[in-house]
């Protein structure tokens, strides 16, 4: 019994341990911008401009954390069902956020890009998407920033490496989520 408490103690240590040393990720969708960031450690590593909700289908915001990773989905939505393939209006990969439906994605309308276009979800080029999904996992951080702070704005607006990953420290640890 004894010999027993002490692996459990032992599994308990090793799985915070790991933990720890997991680097940390998120994706910070700023819906004005019609841009999305991959921060890891306080560094932005990727930007890409998105297509994001228009008016009559915003994008929800708050945060949100990867539910599901899947490779050429099928797209399913009021009765539609398109297969993988060029037709496939999520394009190559999906990724869930986990609320109503609503995910990353790829899409069959790259030309949508930069615009107010979706049905609520982040859309990229697929080539994006594909690169993106290979750099996050599930359980990732996602935040869909209706509202920006000027910080936070800031954060898309940079071209500068060192300027970006100094900005993405500094709000790492200020924005907060909640769905609004």
Known sequence: MQTLKFFAILVAAASEMAAESAPSRRLIVNIPARK?????????????????????????SGTFHLASHVVNP?????????????????????????????GIHGTNHPESIGHAASHGCIRLRNHDVEELFELVRVGDEVDLIADPTPEEASLF????????????????GRIVGGLQ
Not at 76 to 85: D, L, Q, R, S
Not at 160 to 168: C, P, T, V, Y
């Open 74 to 102: 099928t797209y399913t939505h009021a009765g539609k069902v398109v297969g993988p393939g060029p037709a496939n209006p999520v394009g190559t990969r999906w990724m869930s956020i986990g609320f109503q439906g609503y």
């Open 36 to 60: 999305i960031v991959l921060v890891e450690d306080g560094k932005i590593l990727k930007m890409y401009s998105v297509a994001v909700g228009k008016k009559t289908t915003p994008s929800p």
């Open 157 to 172: 607006e940079e071209t500068h490496a060192g300027n970006l990953q100094a900005k993405a420290a500094a709000a790492d």
